[in-house]
């Protein structure tokens, strides 16, 4: 039966609803997700899932759990999974403890991942709330930790709907927990392929290749080759190195101090000998990359930090530099205070629209902005917007009038922390800034990468667009930059 805490759960719902205006219903829907989801909807939370399944913009369905978060009804974590198995590595409950090195004993691979690659950030309901198993790891079965727990299910095989947790349990021989001071037994019938056992929740893992001969053991004709494995805490080690076809007993020795786990899984030929494992298609999920673009996350999270020795890499962040042209004469015209309470009201005024638009400011400098998108349309589209919603401010404030400049790239990037504020650093930005600079008033120029990705053109067809070639620091030669005029 469910445990609810029904006062807690209606002081946070009242807090979430009080938080800012929602669309009629949402509180409702995201009520009811709370108290009758299954254990893996609420343990793993996705708002792009409860978007598209509840009729709720996803722009809002990501506020609505971030607000949620921030007052304590679920707990926002960031998940880092194996591109190859959909397998949650590790997960973690602050940006700052985030590593972008990966390491998957059940692929037996490592390598790097990015912010916006294979970094999700997944809501859980609080315990505090809602108590599910999930939350009480030591007491889960070993099924539920394999298949609710740590893997996703949203990891499909390219180009179909077979999902890849569905293949794995085809291709599992066994799967136990490892008390300490135990050897515990597991019976095994072999095929062709490899073989291979993981700790899913360390990551420890060992491999060992079938051979059709019985030279590999000295197991009698058709008897159970018996294969001793010993697992410290930190690793596995088999007294084997090789497998025979056929039926087989594992040993398996916990000499550590703590219960670990083994899976088992008898890999196809097909599959061991692949080139390269292939990249799953998940289901659509909140990436980390997404989420530092987002408005809502920098205001209701401020003290989130990136680990200020390396930083995290981003693949593709779209960078939007504004200025304002003549800000000598506005100050000189308005007097310091004046002018200072306009430029105020604009950054406002810009703070809205990349809100509207996914994105977030990052930070001013003088009487500049920068600002993050996740996607490059979303950025072209708040820069359209800003033009046109600078123009109705001046309408309504007269002269003198505030005039914006525009600039935008896209590209790879780093996360880092600097002035206790959640930046980016690189080549991006440097290209980005320097893009600006071409813009006059009340243009937007922007750089080949950005003019040519998915959805930008289209929404410039009504506009006035010039190509130029410019210098572009860091970049050889002169490069491709795109005008855009604020005429439609």
């Known amino acids: 039966m469910t445990s609810i805490d029904e006062r807690l759960l209606e002081a946070k719902m009242i807090q979430i609803e009080q938080a800012r205006a929602w669309s009629p219903r949402v509180i409702s829907k995201f009520e009811t997700l709370i108290r009758s989801g299954d254990e893996v909807s609420v343990y793993r939370a996705n708002p792009l899932a409860f978007a598209r399944d509840r009729g709720v913009a996803e722009p809002e369905s990501i506020d609505l759990f971030l607000h949620a978060a921030r007052a304590g009804l679920v707990d926002l974590h960031w ?25 998957c004993g059940l692929c037996d691979i490592d390598g790097q991942t990015e912010l916006d690659d294979f970094i999700e950030a997944s809501f859980s309901v609080s315990p505090q709330v809602r ?67 993981v700790n899913v929740q360390t990551q420890a893992g060992f491999m060992l290749p079938i051979v059709d001969s019985s030279a590999a053991t000295e197991s009698a004709p058709n008897a159970p080759t018996t294969v001793r494995v010993t697992y410290d805490g930190q690793r596995f080690t088999s007294a084997l190195s090789a497998l025979p076809l ?57 003290s989130e930090r990136v680990d200020e020795e390396e930083g995290l890499g981003v693949r593709q962040v779209t960078l939007l530099f504004t200025d304002l042209k003549g800000s000598t004469a506005l100050y000189e015209h308005l007097g310091d205070l004046n002018a200072y309470a306009l430029v105020r009201e604009h950054f406002a005024l810009l703070d809205a629209v990349a809100h509207k638009h996914a994105g977030a400011i990052v930070k001013t400098i003088g009487d500049a902005v920068m600002a993050a998108f996740s996607r490059p349309v979303d950025a072209v589209a708040a820069a359209l917007h800003m033009l046109q919603e600078i123009g109705s401010f001046n309408r309504e404030h007269g002269q003198p009038a505030i005039i914006l400049k525009m600039g935008a790239h896209c590209g790879p990037s780093i996360a880092v922390t600097l002035n206790e504020n959640l930046d980016y650093f690189g080549q991006t930005v440097n290209i980005a800034a320097r893009v600006q600079s071409f813009a006059d008033a009340g243009e937007i120029c922007l750089t080949e990468a950005l003019f040519t990705a998915p959805g930008v053109r289209e929404l410039l067809m009504a506009r006035d667009v010039e190509g130029f070639d410019a210098p572009l620091r860091g970049v050889e030669g002169s490069a491709r930059v795109y005008r855009v005029t604020g005429r439609s």
């Open 131 to 197: 108590r599910l198993a999930l939350h009480d790891v030591d007491n889960l079965s070993i099924e539920d930790l394999h298949w609710k727990l740590k893997f996703a299910d949203s990891g499909r095989l390219p180009g179909g709907q077979t999902r890849f947790v569905d293949v794995l349990r085809t291709l599992v021989r066994g799967m136990t927990y490892l008390p300490p001071s135990v050897t515990t037994i597991l019976h095994a019938e072999i095929g062709p392929g490899a073989l291979s056992g």
């Open 246 to 302: 056929g039926p087989a007993v594992f040993e398996v020795s916990n000499t550590g101090p703590k219960r670990g786990s083994l899976l088992l899984i008898n890999w196809p030929p097909d599959i061991v000998t692949m080139p390269e494992k292939p990249t799953l298609e998940f289901d659509p999920y909140v990436s980390g990359g997404m989420l530092l673009t987002r408005q809502t996350f920098r205001k209701l999270f401020r």
């Open 79 to 103: 998940d880092i999974l194996c591109p190859h198995s959909g397998l949650v590595l590790e997960s973690f409950g602050k940006l700052r403890a985030l590593r972008s090195h990966f390491v």
